[in-house]
């Protein structure tokens, strides 16, 4: 299972964490990937982290903005969000299981495994 926490509102310019608590998924078999879904638009991913080595990969529109990071003790994925903008509003869904960290972030399969998300709105 995955279970994400830590959206809320913040304003622009804001900062947010968000976790994945992740049970039954190893990430060492599996690369896991953060996801966003705003209303109307179709899932984008956002940030992925590979099995291997722990190589982080970003959408163009969060590099230099977005730090994913796992801990391994507290099986943990961890999505730290910083200058955030309106844009960015959207739920946010952790997935693993046939996830590919491509260099421009992580892409998604049917074979996928999501949690239930958590909402990140950003607004004055």
């Known amino acids: 299972q995955l279970v994400e926490s830590g959206g809320g509102l913040v304003q622009p310019g804001g900062s947010l964490t968000l976790s994945c608590r992740i049970s039954?998924?190893?990430?060492?078999?599996?690369?896991i990937g953060w996801f966003r879904q705003a209303p109307g638009k179709e899932r984008e991913g956002v940030s992925c982290?590979?099995?291997?080595?722990?190589?982080?990969n970003y959408v163009d529109s969060v590099k230099g903005r977005f730090f994913m990071s796992r801990d391994r003790t507290r099986n943990t994925i961890s999505l730290q969000m910083n200058s955030l903008k309106p844009e960015d509003t959207a739920s946010y869904y952790c997935?693993?299981?046939?996830?590919?960290?491509?260099?421009?972030?992580?892409?998604?399969?049917?074979?996928?495994?999501w949690g239930q998300g958590t909402q990140v709105t950003v607004s004055s």
């Open positions: 982290i590979t099995l291997s080595g722990g190589r982080t």
């Open positions: 039954r998924f190893s990430f060492d078999i599996y690369n």
């Open positions: 997935g693993a299981v046939g996830v590919s960290c491509t260099f421009s972030g992580p892409i998604a399969t049917r074979n996928t495994y």
